[in-house]
């Protein structure tokens, strides 16, 4: 299983920007996925989760800017990223766990998508 991450760039303050992240593989289904972020000199933070079940959590942080979603038939995630402000720089990194069929037999995976680049200017 691999994820595929994409969207991020450059944006002023107050901009927005929308993260995308794909699985690929044999995939039975994904229960979990979550986006964290990783500054400069700092350890990577967890920013939104969202399970199976529709339950979702935020950051304090970002709580009101960022909106975490996803699409189950197409085993992607999302992050809508609004109101920008220059401390969400950062590398976002996707993250997402669910079953996978590996010759035949229903296995679990936990799986890192490679990160991509955050940069809010003032």
């Known amino acids: 299983v691999q994820l595929q991450a994409s969207g991020g760039g450059l944006v002023q303050a107050g901009g927005s920007l929308r993260l995308s992240c794909v699985a690929s593989?044999?995939?039975?289904?994904?229960?979990?996925m979550k986006w964290f972020r990783q500054a400069p000199g700092e350890s990577r933070e967890l920013v939104a989760h969202?399970?199976?079940?529709?339950?979702?959590n935020y950051a304090d942080s970002v709580k009101g800017r960022f909106t975490i979603s996803r699409d189950n038939d197409k085993y992607a995630g999302y992050l809508q990223m609004d109101n920008l402000k220059p401390e969400d720089t950062a590398v976002y990194y996707c993250?997402?766990?669910?079953?996978?069929?590996?010759?035949?037999?229903?296995?679990?995976?936990?799986?890192w998508g490679r990160g991509t680049q955050v940069t809010v200017s003032s």
């Open positions: 969202t399970s199976s079940g529709g339950v979702t």
């Open positions: 993250f997402a766990e669910g079953y996978y069929y590996s010759d035949s037999a229903l296995t679990g995976f936990g799986v």
């Open positions: 593989g044999s995939i039975e289904r994904i229960h979990t």
